[in-house]
Every structure is written in structure tokens, then in C-alpha cells.
């Protein structure tokens, strides 16, 4: 069969169908990846990623079954974020957000 | 002789007997002290005597214990002194002496003796008692030391044959054992009594042998030419002809129990030894060819087997030690590196087992031998290895081939060395290094390898087999220095098995999960644990989430495009691989429901924000076509443009790429997959292989198809050079946070470290190689982000921050 007699063939066809959609969508396996909502992807204060855990809890090798969960992260109210780990160790010493001064309360933290 | 001594005790009579017996028994005691006290001599004695007469040891023991029978005791003794003297006749000296040299000489000469031995035994005995012994010893030594005197003649003549040389001092030797045997049986009071207190003097025995040796061994032509003699026939022996063992045996004994075996004989021996397998060793190993070794092996197993056949023939086992291990050195520890040179690859490439036992049991042999060889097998197994890993041109079976090799040597080592620990290190340690030789492409084959084996549809082993195997992959698997690199590969595969659904065996998967984990630590197996979670974490959050819709108000508006089932998979950024974001362009009813999804999901997880990934999402499509119902799985991009067929038909390549803002090299694999490929519900004009820009595309209401299900597969991108160099980057960027933790946690431990020292500690704890360079630059890094300072006196050391 050449091609052109298939187009023709295919077109026809295709007309006589048209009021019925040809395709439908049934099913949908999405994916999708998660992260903190942060500003910025490095925890000021040990400079790891916020997604990893944070450098002192990574020399300690804490493992537990969920990994990371112990490692979460804090927002502040200047909307800063840190790991929790590390913001707690911090506000013993100076209790202000280490990027903007401003006093450090906690706005939310990672769930 | 001790037929004699028993004859002799019974004639004597009444109490004079039992004093005599008494007598007798008590000498023989004293004879026992002696013998404890003196023990070389009597040990000699007693050998040469039990050498010739095995019999007469037992026979001495039953006459004294014959003399203890408790009927003797019971009789009263009374002993009285001899009234008178008696006399002995005036010429009793002459006359018994002469008596006694007719007999020896009658002996000598293999006559007929004119007296009884009792008679014989009785004179001995008499002359003794009567301090004739000393007279009597001196007269039958000048006998016998004539008699030996006159033997030698025969032994000086010019020209003889060796062999029949051998054969008369063979007789000799013979005729003179026998002919001692008989006069020390005579004169066997003699040596009891004189012999035994007069510790100067030799048995009657050793006094033969003494001038046996003296007179005829000694002769310098005559043990030259003995000697001489028998190293030709051993020579020729070991040629390969027959020779007479026996007349060798008798000879060596001779020699041995003159006591001139070691310095007459064994020198010589040793060196013509020495010398004949020098030059056989050098000659065989000047012209032994690869092939050759085997034989040569054999033929040095040959040897030893022969030689200790002559050991235990002929050759006195004292000469054993030397022997052998003449014949060791000069055909095996001359030529170790030698043989393995030439022979070690052709049987470990075979691998000819039986040979590669018998060499190693040869070589275990020598001296430094296993040494040798171990360093050999090391050298073997690293140059075969490095060809297995170098080139990229095998790198499609470079695994396969790796564990068959691995699998072939633990066979060697196993049945050939014995399972021998240095050389199952060796092999280890030689495997580490060739495998490293390449960087990280061995490791990334292998993590494909596994992938391969773990991907579903590979139905070539039963669960145990793919255990089995597994198990065999971690093997090579801890050779490998950049385990890191490994576990990006992995972590790829893992995560397009997880996610496609294409993972053969949740079991498989697992149990090599913890094999890896018990390999390096929960460190290294913790995001690839998350990827697992991640998958159980998504299934509950989809079930949740049917929950969350179904009594939903916005069931109405989620289900208007026809009862769309969602399910995602939510994945931990960080666990997974980094899969770069694409922006398409998604019909009004996907938007839809993803958004629905997003705020469920962040209503439950504050904190959070959702990446969509559409190169990872898969759709069922219901389609119809003129034949029937089909139901078509696809990957998002394929749905993408097959809805759009929908609402247009006949679209340009430009068109659809507009509407589903796809990046073009992917539209393009998506076109052709579903215009080109096996199941092609598009047509494609002009028609071809390839996909154009100015190439149009239309509904193929045509498609035909025995299956309901069909699915379509995605044209897969050939892993490029760049994705590969990014997969690698990304390992590079992962071992700075390494060596960062690994730092910090040293320093942790030890507050104030030198320089060198924490390099020492760091390489001992990184199981990647690094180097001093990029240590340096971390420590840089962490000094100035404040976990550890350089101390203010000395510049070298650093100091740990809290």
C-alpha cells in the first residue's frame, strides 16, 4: 500500500468518526516531587541543603526509619528558614534570625 | 649361636649347674647394665648383630627366662670348695687353639668342620675360664685380619667390568658376613665375657668389619671403583634402564655398616645428583615452551616419585632430606619465576586444574615456592583483569565477564590451592586494583547489571538463582572504591523501576538493598530506604485522597472529563534523582485535577510546595478506533498529543508543538513512537523513519491490534555522554558533603588534630578516592564557615569549634 492511499483511506474513516472523541483520557499516574517551601534551598547556618539533614546531624549519622524527619525545618516570622537543628543551637546564643537581624519567633514548622 | 649357649648350660651337672646358671643369668644382667650404660656402642652392636640374625635376640631371652622357672628354686643348694685344683694338661693352649684355627679356617675356605660347634662352643668357653681370652682374641683376630688380607687380591687386577667388579666385592662382602656370623657363634663365650669387660676391645663382629674395612674398603682403588661403580649404575637407573636393585641394596648396606657410606658414598652421590639435574632442569627449561609446562611439571613429579623409590630401595634413608631436596633446588627453585612465566597463564586461562594442583603442590615443595607463585597468580590476575575493564568496547559484558572470571579463580583457589588465605587475599587485592584501574565506568556497569537482573520480564532465574547471583554482583561490588558513583546509578535505575512499576520482585529488591546496606553502612542505602518509603507513603496518600473526593462537592467538576482516576506518586526531593523540570502545556481537565491534588496535599503537609514531574507521569487512554476499543498505555507526553487529535486532525509537527509546549527532541521521540514505532495509532506524511518540522500527522482510525491493552513504548533516549557526565557530576557535588561530615565528625572526636594526621584519618574513613588537593579545599571551606580553626601557635593544626 502506498502512501497516499493510506492518507486517503485514514482520512475517510476519521470523518465518519468525528463526532465521537477518539481518545479519552481514563487513568493518570502523576508524579510529583516535594520539597520545604523555602526561599532559599541552603540552611544559612551549616550551609547543607535544607532537604538534606543538616551537617551535624549528618557527622552523628542519625538514622532512623525515616531518615530525614528529625531534621525538619523552621520558619521564622521574617520568613527565613533554617533547619530546626540548627536554629535551636542558634537562638541559645542571640535570639535574631542569623540573616536579617530581626527577633527570631517561629512562624511554622515543616510537617 | 644360641643353640650353643643353651647346649652348653644344660651339659654342666647337679649343683654346679645351678651355680653355673646363676652365673650366667648374672652376666646377663651385667650385660643388660651395659648395654643401658654404653648405649652407642651396644646400640651398634646390637644393630649389626640383629642385622644378620634377627632371630638371636628372642632366643637369648627364652634362655633366661627358661632359667627362672620356679622348679629351680625349690632345689637346696650347697657349694663347697674344690678339694683339689684341677690341672690343665701341659699343652692345652697349643692344642685347643689349634683346633679352634682349623675350624675358622675351614669356615674360611667353605670346608666341612672336622669338630662339632658344642666341642667348638666348649674349648672357647674353657680357654676363657682359664685367662686364656686375651691370647685367644689377639691369635683369632691375626687370623681373620689374614684371611681379610688375602681377599683383597682379587679386587686390584687391571681391567674389570664394573658390573662384575661389583658382583665379586658383593660376594666377598657376602661370604665374609656369613663367615663372621659362624665364628662369632663359636666364639660367642669369648665375646660375653672378654669382649664385654674389656670396653678397648671390639665384639668379634666389629672386629671383622673393622678389618674388612680397613683392608678392603679402604684401599683407595678399591672404593673408588666400588664407588664409582654404583653411581654408573645409578646413573644409568635413572636413565630409564633396569639395573640390579638388589646388588645396589647390598652394596650401600656394605657401606653403610662399615660406616663409610656418608663420607665414601653420599658426597659423591649428592654431587653427581646435583650435577645431573642441573643440567637436566637447565636443559628442559631452555627448551620448554608455553605449552610444555605441564609436562614439565609432571615430569619433575616423575623424578621425586623415582627418587624416593630409590630411597626406599636401596639408598639409606639418611641420605633422604638431601636428596630430595637437591632434586627440589636444582628443577624447581632454580627456575620458579621461570616455570610461572611461561606456564602460570596457559593454565589458568584453561584452567587446567589438575595441572594448576600439581604445580601448586610442587611449588609448596621449595623454599619461597608459594610465594612465588602467589605473586604470579596476583600479576596474572591483574594484567587479565585490567584487559576485562580498560577497553569500552567490552564494557556490554565487562560484568558478566568479571564474575565468570571471579567465579573461575575461587574455583582455582579453592580446588587447587587448597582455599589457601594468601591467596584468597592476593586474589582480593588484585581484584581491587584492576577494577579501579578505570574510574567509575566498572561501577556504573555494574549498577546497569543489577538493574537489568532486577527489571521485570527477566524471567531467566528462579529467586534463589537471582539471590545467588546478587550475591556474587556485591562481591565485585566491594572491589569498588567509588561506591558513590555506583549509588547514582543505581539510585537511577531504582528509581525508573519504582516508579514504571517494572521492578521484578519487591523481595529481589529488598534483600539487595540490605545486602548494600550491610556493605556500606545505613549512610549508603538511607535515600534509596526513602525511595522505597516514598512509594509506601504515595500509596496511602492516594487512598486518602479517593477518600477525600468521592463525598466531595467537587466531584461533579473533577469527574467531568469522564471519570479520570488520579494517583500520584509523591517523592522526597533529595531521595531521587534530579529529573530536570519541564513546562507543558497540560489540557484544562489535567490542570484541573492537579490542582485539586496540590491543595489536598498541602493542606495536609504544611511547608511544603509539589514539583509536578510530566516526563515521569504514564495515562491510560480509552480509544476508539473503526476495528474497536482499544485501551492504550502511554506516557503523558504520548496522551498529550494524542488528545489533541481530538479536536484537529491533520496536525503539523509545528502545531502540536505549540499546543503541548513539549521540548522538541522529546515531541519528536514522542511522534515517532506513536507514528513509527510497533503500534502506530498516528500516520506520519510524508512517511519515514524519522520525524521532520514540516511533517504532518493524522489519527490512524485504521489501527488494528489482537490485544485490548496496548501499550506503547517510549523511544528511549540514548543515555548521552552528557547525562552520564551529569549523573557523575552530581557524585562529585555528593562527596564534598561527604568529606565535610567525615571532617567534621574527626574533628569532633579528636578537638585538635595536625594537619596530616586528619588527612590520614579522613582517608581511612572516605571510601571514595579523593584528592589531598580537594581535602584541602573542604578544610578551607569548614575553617571558614566556623566548625574548626587553625590553631594560633602552629599553622599546621586545627582546633575544633562547638
Not at chain 2, 561501577?443 to 550475591?471: M, P, S, Y
Not at chain 2, 496518600?541 to 469527574?559: C, F, M, R, W
Not at chain 2, 503537609?605 to 482499544?630: D, E, N
Amino acid at each position: 500500500m502506498s502512501g497516499e492511499d493510506f492518507d486517503a483511506l485514514d482520512r475517510g474513516d476519521n470523518d465518519g468518526q468525528k463526532s465521537d472523541k477518539m481518545f479519552t483520557l481514563k487513568k493518570w499516574n502523576a508524579v510529583a516531587m516535594w520539597s520545604w517551601d523555602v526561599e532559599c534551598d541552603t540552611c544559612a547556618i551549616c550551609r547543607v541543603q535544607v532537604m538534606d539533614a543538616c551537617l551535624r546531624c549528618q557527622g552523628e549519622s542519625k538514622k532512623d526509619s525515616y531518615g530525614k524527619q528529625d531534621c525538619v525545618v523552621v520558619w521564622g516570622e521574617c520568613n527565613h528558614s533554617f533547619h530546626f537543628c540548627c536554629m535551636s543551637l542558634w537562638v541559645k546564643q542571640n535570639n535574631r534570625c542569623p540573616l536579617c537581624q530581626q527577633e527570631w519567633s517561629i512562624q511554622r514548622m515543616g510537617k | 649361636m644360641s643353640g650353643l649357649a643353651k647346649t652348653a648350660v644344660l651339659a654342666e651337672e647337679g649343683g654346679n649347674n645351678q651355680n653355673r646358671k646363676r652365673s650366667l643369668h648374672i652376666t646377663e644382667q651385667c650385660n643388660n647394665k651395659r648395654t643401658k650404660s654404653d648405649d652407642m656402642s651396644a646400640n651398634e652392636k646390637k644393630s649389626n648383630f640383629s642385622l644378620l640374625n634377627p632371630h638371636s635376640n628372642g632366643s637369648v631371652k627364652m634362655t633366661s627366662s627358661s632359667m627362672n622357672k620356679p622348679g629351680a628354686a625349690t632345689k637346696k643348694l650347697v657349694i663347697k670348695n674344690f678339694k683339689s685344683k684341677p690341672n690343665l694338661p701341659e699343652n692345652y693352649q697349643e692344642t685347643t687353639w689349634s683346633k679352634l684355627r682349623e675350624a675358622v679356617i675351614a669356615i674360611q675356605t667353605s670346608k666341612a668342620i672336622a669338630y662339632s660347634l658344642e666341642e667348638l662352643y666348649q674349648a672357647v668357653e674353657n680357654m676363657c675360664s682359664h685367662k686364656m681370652a686375651s691370647q685367644l682374641y689377639v691369635n683369632l683376630t691375626n687370623l681373620v685380619e689374614a684371611h681379610v688380607k688375602a681377599n683383597i687380591e682379587q679386587f686390584l687386577s687391571e681391567s674389570m667390568d664394573r658390573q662384575v667388579f661389583l658382583k665379586r666385592m658383593d660376594d666377598c662382602w657376602r661370604a665374609h658376613c656369613h663367615q663372621m656370623i659362624m665364628i662369632r657363634s663359636i666364639f660367642l663365650y669369648l665375646d660375653r665375657t672378654y669382649v664385654l669387660q674389656n670396653p678397648s676391645i671390639h665384639s668379634i663382629w666389629d672386629m671383622g668389619l673393622d678389618l674388612f674395612r680397613h683392608h678392603i674398603a679402604m684401599n683407595t682403588l678399591v672404593q673408588t671403583r666400588t664407588v664409582d661403580g654404583l653411581l654408573l649404575l645409578i646413573e644409568r637407573e635413572r636413565e630409564g634402564d633396569a639395573v640390579d636393585r638388589s646388588l645396589l641394596k647390598s652394596l650401600l648396606r656394605m657401606l653403610s655398616d662399615l660406616q663409610i657410606y656418608e663420607e665414601a658414598f653420599e658426597h659423591k652421590f649428592l654431587l653427581a645428583t646435583e650435577r645431573l639435574y642441573a643440567a637436566e632442569g637447565q636443559r628442559l627449561m631452555s627448551e620448554l615452551t608455553e605449552l610444555a609446562v605441564p609436562q614439565y611439571l609432571a615430569h619433575v613429579e616423575k623424578r621425586l616419585r623415582e627418587e624416593n623409590e630409590r630411597l626406599l630401595h636401596y639408598l639409606d634413608p639418611s641420605t633422604k632430606w638431601q636428596l630430595i631436596h637437591t632434586i627440589e633446588r636444582q628443577l624447581l627453585s632454580e627456575h620458579l619465576s621461570g616455570i610461572l612465566d611461561k606456564g602460570l597463564k596457559a593454565l589458568m586461562d584453561g584452567p587446567r586444574l589438575a595441572d594448576l594442583t600439581t604445580l601448586y603442590g610442587l611449588f609448596g615443595r621449595v623454599k619461597d615456592g608459594l610465594v612465588e607463585l602467589c605473586k604470579h597468580f596476583n600479576a596474572y590476575i591483574k594484567k587479565k583483569g585490567r584487559t576485562i575493564v580498560i577497553e569500552p568496547e567490552r564494557d556490554k559484558t565487562m560484568v558478566a565477564e568479571l564474575l565468570d572470571f571471579k567465579e573461575q579463580l575461587d574455583h582455582v583457589v579453592t580446588t587447587c590451592f587448597q582455599r589457601n588465605d594468601k591467596f584468597l587475599y592476593s586474589m582480593r587485592e588484585a581484584f581491587e586494583y584492576f577494577i579501579n584501574q578505570r574510574q567509575n565506568k566498572p561501577a556504573e556497569l555494574i549498577a546497569k547489571f543489577v538493574d537489568v537482573k532486577l527489571r521485570a520480564g527477566n524471567k531467566e532465574a528462579t529467586e534463589e538463582e537471582l539471590e545467588r547471583l546478587l550475591d556474587k554482583i556485591m562481591v565485585l561490588f566491594r572491589f569498588i572504591h567509588g561506591k558513590d558513583v555506583f549509588e547514582a546509578f543505581y539510585k537511577k535505575d531504582l528509581a525508573k523501576r519504582l516508579l514504571v512499576g517494572k521492578s521484578a520482585s519487591v523481595d529481589a529488591e529488598k534483600s539487595m538493598l540490605s545486602k548494600l546496606k550491610q556493605e556500606c553502612g545505613g549512610g549508603f542505602t538511607l535515600k534509596l530506604e526513602g525511595m522505597f518509603k516514598d512509594m509506601e507513603l504515595s500509596k496511602d496518600i492516594n487512598i486518602t485522597y479517593k477518600q477525600y473526593i468521592t463525598p466531595s462537592q467537587h466531584l461533579s467538576a473533577v469527574a467531568e472529563g469522564g471519570g479520570l482516576e488520579l494517583s500520584v506518586y509523591i517523592l522526597t526531593m533529595g531521595f531521587w534523582p534530579t529529573y530536570p523540570p519541564v513546562e507543558v502545556r497540560l489540557p484544562v481537565e489535567l490542570t484541573r485535577h492537579q490542582e485539586h491534588f496540590t491543595k489536598f496535599y498541602l493542606a495536609k503537609h504544611s511547608g511544603r510546595k509539589l514539583q509536578w514531574q510530566a516526563t515521569l507521569g504514564h495515562c491510560v487512554l480509552r480509544a476508539h478506533f473503526t476495528q474497536g476499543k482499544k485501551e492504550l498505555q502511554v506516557s503523558l507526553f504520548q496522551a498529550l498529543v494524542l488528545l489533541l487529535f481530538n479536536d484537529g486532525d491533520n496536525l503539523s509537527f509545528e502545531d502540536i508543538k505549540t499546543s503541548t509546549n513539549i521540548e522538541e527532541g522529546e515531541l519528536r521521540r514522542t511522534l515517532q513512537s506513536l507514528a513509527c514505532g510497533k503500534a502506530r495509532v498516528l500516520s506520519k506524511a510524508p512517511r519515514g523513519r524519522e520525524v521532520h518540522d514540516d511533517d504532518h500527522f493524522a489519527f490512524n482510525g485504521d489501527f488494528t491490534n489482537k490485544l485490548f491493552r496496548i501499550k506503547i513504548n517510549q523511544i528511549q533516549m540514548k543515555e548521552t555522554s552528557e547525562e552520564q557526565k551529569a549523573t557523575e557530576e552530581r557524585v562529585f557535588q555528593d562527596r564534598q558533603y561527604q568529606i565535610d561530615a567525615a571532617i567534621v565528625r574527626v574533628m569532633k572526636m579528636r578537638k585538635a588534630l595536625s594537619h596530616n594526621i586528619l588527612i590520614t584519618e579522613l582517608y581511612n574513613q572516605l571510601k571514595f578516592p579523593v584528592k589531598p588537593a580537594d581535602l584541602k579545599k573542604r578544610i578551607e571551606s569548614l575553617i571558614d564557615r566556623d566548625y574548626m580553626e587553625r590553631d594560633k601557635d602552629n599553622p599546621n593544626q586545627y582546633n575544633y569549634v562547638a
